[in-house]
């Protein structure tokens, strides 16, 4: 009888392993279309991710290569093409719910902002971000689906965003944004929200730093068509989107404060090099 106990206990244990292996095995690949299939019905337009990968044991997950198609009609290579994510989240939340992401990390982002004839191609996909609003209808929302997302805190750094305008409406350029630190990304949820709406929130965060950084660069057509690609989208996303924006913007305002400092202190640096200063006699 004991013999036949311990059989089938170690036939429960290997049931059990080979479970968890297939469980194991299968995360990364339904996070990988989940991410996918959330990007892409937030934006409208085909998003794909290179490669994820989550560790169970240290709850950490880093993401590859999320790239942002443009609409139709632009001719710029993509909308957005990322470099590193990094994440740490809590490892029993991954069977919940709604997950929970502890650490959110973006290092390197490439943008592109092509001005069209009847907009840009920022403002065509900020304007799909509207079927994101309370107001959508219910077979919108049902399309949705999957599961929620919990962060506080997102950093993105070292982002270049080049700029292409209308023939004629003057030379390409690129700019670098500071880092953009964000906080409270999902507080005002306490359940956390779709995948799809996080990536809205960061979108409209990352693009209301590039019209701050960028200023009068832009010319008034393009700056108006961002604006009010902005200003839709956040009017759509709730509160907790425009709550973003404005830290985006603050934060590329206090970057541009600091930069006119140095630079006005290494001025005077090199006045006082050129000429001495005057010693009191």
Do not use: C
Request: no cysteine; glycine share 12%.
């Amino acid at each position: 009888m004991g013999k036949k106990l311990l059989r089938l206990v170690v036939i429960l244990v290997l049931i059990l392993i080979a479970a968890l292996a297939v469980v194991w095995a299968a995360i990364d690949p339904l996070a990988k279309a989940g991410v996918e299939k959330g990007a892409t019905y937030a934006l409208g337009v085909p998003t794909s991710l290179e490669n994820i990968s989550i560790s169970l044991l240290n709850g950490r997950m880093e993401m590859n290569g999320l790239k942002i198609a443009n609409p139709e009609g632009f001719k710029t290579p993509h909308l957005m093409d990322s470099g590193r994510f990094e994440l740490a989240l809590r490892p029993a939340s991954l069977v919940a719910e709604t997950v929970e992401l502890n650490r959110f990390e973006l290092d390197g982002l490439d943008v592109n902002v092509e001005q069209g004839k009847s907009g840009s191609n920022v403002s065509a996909v900020l304007n799909n971000l509207k079927k994101l609003s309370s107001g959508s209808k219910p077979e919108q929302k049902k399309e949705e689906g999957g599961k929620k997302v919990s962060v506080d805190r997102i950093v993105i750094r070292n982002v270049a965003a080049h700029v292409s305008l209308l023939p004629g409406g003057g030379e390409p350029f690129t700019i670098q944004l500071p880092p953009i630190e964000l906080n409270g990304v999902t507080s005002d949820s306490p359940q956390g929200v779709p995948v799809s709406e996080l990536s809205g929130r960061i979108l409209t965060a990352v693009v209301a730093a590039i019209v701050k950084q960028a200023g009068n660069r832009l010319p008034k057509l393009l700056s108006d068509d961002l604006g009010k690609g902005l200003q839709g989208a956040t009017a759509a996303l709730g509160q907790g989107a425009e709550g973003l924006v404005a830290q985006a913007q603050t934060g590329v305002a206090q970057a541009l404060g600091k930069e006119g400092q140095a630079a006005t202190q290494k001025a005077g640096d090199a006045l006082k090099s050129l000429f001495g200063e005057k010693k009191d006699k």
